[in-house]
């Protein structure tokens, strides 16, 4: 079995699977204190310049411990980012088969429950048609991210209206529970190996 230094390394998986993959020592160094800290429940502080390839040195122990992991990043672009990009990239030089989950605040997930209140009760006009096409996407989309929607800005006075916060969620009461985003969001969380989530959130809870 490989250790995840050998994995980095000029004969282990990474070369043969990701196009463009070029082994560094400094990567395969800190891949290996990773996993130590991990193995021995250490802590580790890690710096290494540009182009070391961290992420990889990081994922790449987490996912061969087999241990429950999160990884936080500094914004949600980042975040996206490695969960779209990164993690399936290891996962499949690895052939790993760990169970993957992105978890944001609740303010970034649609709410069904509120959705429906807003269609009943908004009074702009010119809302509508944003409106109209929240409607459109929450009938296509898994997992509610706001994120998915690139057309309208963040700061549209529509997402206080179709997402929630703690204050305005009727939990237990909800009539939409079961297709609830937040709940299905923080399900796969519980469920996963790996779990991607931002400093924000950290911090939060
Ligand atoms: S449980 Fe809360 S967040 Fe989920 S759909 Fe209902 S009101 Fe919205």
Not at 5 to 20: K, N, T
Not at 40 to 45: E, N, T
Request: glycine share 6%.
């Amino acid at each position: 079995m490989f250790s995840p230094s050998e994995v980095l390394g000029d004969d282990g998986p990474f070369r043969e699977h990701i196009d463009g993959f070029a082994p560094r020592i400094q990567q395969q160094q800190m891949a290996d204190a990773v996993a130590r800290a991990i193995a021995c429940q250490g802590r580790l502080i890690c710096e290494a310049g540009t182009g070391v390839g961290k992420t990889f040195a990081y994922l790449v122990p987490a996912l061969m411990s087999g241990r429950k992991t999160i990884v936080s990043t500094g914004t949600k672009n980042l975040q996206d980012q490695l969960f779209s990009k990164d993690v399936p990239l290891v996962r499949n030089a690895l052939g790993s088969g760990a169970k993957t989950a992105l978890l944001k605040g609740r303010a970034n997930y649609l709410c069904p429950q509120r959705l429906e209140l807003a269609e009943e009760q908004l009074e702009s006009v010119s809302l509508r048609p944003s409106l109209n096409m929240i409607r459109n996407w929450s009938r296509r989309t898994r997992r509610g991210d706001v994120a998915e929607i690139t057309d309208l800005p963040e700061d549209s006075p529509l997402w206080p209206l179709v997402t929630s916060t703690a204050d305005n969620c009727l939990g237990t009461e909800c009539p939409k529970i079961e297709d609830c985003f937040v709940l299905q969001a923080r399900r796969d969380a519980q469920a996963a190996d790996l779990v991607v989530i931002n400093h924000h959130l950290l911090f939060a809870d």
